[in-house]
Each structure stands twice: as structure tokens, then as C-alpha cells.
């Protein structure tokens, strides 16, 4: 099993004294230089490993799988111009302007990174005696604090989550977020669902496989493989009304901007 670390908002951040991206836990450590990371490059992000041979994939894949390396070419002595499209790869190259314009921001990091640190412990202070958690950091590890979560006392404030989110959006403006927790996520539910239910079609016939009975299907396997069937459908379902509202939205003309007074 390969294990992928998202360190998408971890950059700068460290565990054991050791920085994230180390890959000492992982395969692959992913980061991401979206616009409003610590550091960015416009879009794009990087992959770090300590494998050599998942490192060379990438490499291929990221550039439409093609190489001009003679160690790897499979037609020998064709060329000086020959290349070798090895895999369906991707155009997942980062230009030059977009490189160097995060090499020159990871000479500032720990800057970028202290000041955060300066704003986290400002926040602490003035926070300390409001109904909220804070973020705690754990003693062997050191945060990058791409974002700043606390978590509310609603039973202390008395208000909803939307209630607080409206009063300060009032005063705030989008300066306020609040993330939607991505278990409720419609694509991400009926995924798990269909999942689960192939696990347990799977897992009947496999008892089924080691069964005295082998030859004649279980009542248990019926029931699972008709599970499956009515949930595939149902995720189905879900899909083609989540397909239709999105095509909606997008057809929907726009509003009009209201006008300056």
C-alpha cells in the first residue's frame, strides 16, 4: 500500500524536528502554490519523494510520458532526435516565470513564516477570553499556520454557526470563511456508499467461494449483489441530478450589477 501525504497546507511547517515533505512517513508528499498558499507560483504545486523509480515516473508523466533519455528508450541507435512517448502522461510542466517566481519566495519562507507566527500569537491573546478553541500545537511539531481555525462554544454563545458567520460577514465582509466539511461533499457521499456496498458483495463472495455450498449462491450473496445493484443505480441517480443542477447554474444568466449610488 502507498501512502500520499497532502501537505498542501503544511509548507514550512515541521514534525520531530524534521520539515514536512521529508517523506519519513509517505511515498509522497504533495504540496500545492495555489495563489493563497505561503508560498506561491500562480497555480501548480510540487510532489517530493524518496523513491527513485516514483520519482522518474512523475517526471514522465508530467511531461506527456515522453523521454529522450538513452537509458530508457527501447529502439536503440535511431537518432540524436529520437524520443519515446512511454505512457499517456500529462502537460503537467510549471513554466519558468511561475519557478522562478517560487524559488525567490522560498528564500523568504522562514520571513513568511515568522510573521504568521507573530499574527497566531496576537490572535491567542485577544481570544484567550472569548467562548472559542483555539488551534493548540503539539510540543514536537511546528505549524507553517497557512490558516488560522478556531473552533466555536456555540452552547456558551448561543447562537448557529450561520448566525456568527452573518454577524461577522456583516462587519468583515469575505474576509470571514467558513469551509464546508468535505464528508458532506454529494460526489464524495455517493462514492462511499457504492463502495461499501461492492466491499460487502465482495466479502459474501469470498464466504460464499469458501463455503460447503460453493456451487449454489447464498441467500446472503443474493441479497448483497441486489444491494449493489439498487445503490448503483441510486448513486447513479445522484449523479445525473447533480450533472443537471450544475448544467442549470452555469445556464443561468447572471445577475446585473446593482449600480453605484
Not at 62 to 83: K, N
Not at 105 to 122: D, G, P, V, Y
Not at 237 to 247: F, I, N, V, Y
Amino acid at each position: 500500500m502507498r501512502i500520499i501525504e497532502d501537505a498542501s497546507h503544511a509548507i514550512g511547517g515541521g514534525y520531530g524536528r524534521a520539515p514536512v515533505g521529508n517523506c519519513r512517513f509517505s511515498d509522497i508528499t504533495v504540496f500545492s502554490f495555489h495563489p493563497v498558499k505561503i508560498v506561491t507560483t500562480g497555480e501548480g504545486g510540487m510532489a517530493m519523494t524518496n523513491d527513485p523509480a516514483l520519482a522518474e515516473l512523475m517526471r514522465l508523466d508530467r511531461s506527456h510520458g515522453i523521454t529522450r533519455d538513452p537509458g530508457q528508450l527501447q529502439h536503440d541507435d535511431v537518432g540524436p532526435w529520437y524520443y519515446e512517448q512511454q505512457r499517456l502522461g500529462f502537460n503537467y510542466r510549471m513554466t519558468d516565470i511561475a519557478a522562478a517566481l517560487g524559488l525567490s519566495q522560498l528564500t523568504r519562507i522562514e520571513e513568511f513564516i515568522s510573521r504568521r507566527r507573530e499574527i497566531a500569537a496576537a490572535y491567542d491573546a485577544a481570544f484567550a477570553d472569548l467562548p472559542l478553541t483555539t488551534p493548540w500545537q503539539h510540543p514536537d511539531s511546528y505549524s507553517g499556520l497557512h490558516l488560522y481555525v478556531i473552533r466555536l462554544q456555540l452552547d456558551k454563545i448561543g447562537k448557529t454557526h450561520r448566525q456568527v458567520f452573518e454577524a461577522l460577514r456583516e462587519h468583515q465582509g469575505d474576509a470571514i470563511r467558513l469551509d464546508a466539511p468535505q464528508r458532506r461533499a454529494p460526489a464524495l457521499i455517493t462514492e462511499r456508499v457504492a463502495v461499501i456496498a461492492r466491499r460487502e458483495r465482495d466479502d459474501a463472495v469470498a464466504r460464499q467461494t469458501n463455503s460447503a455450498e460453493a456451487g449454489k449462491p447464498s441467500q446472503e450473496l443474493q441479497d448483497a449483489r441486489t444491494q449493489v445493484a439498487t445503490l448503483e443505480k441510486q448513486v447513479a441517480s445522484l449523479k445525473a441530478q447533480l450533472e443537471a443542477r450544475a448544467t442549470a447554474s452555469v445556464d443561468q444568466p447572471a445577475a446585473a450589477p446593482a449600480s453605484s449610488p
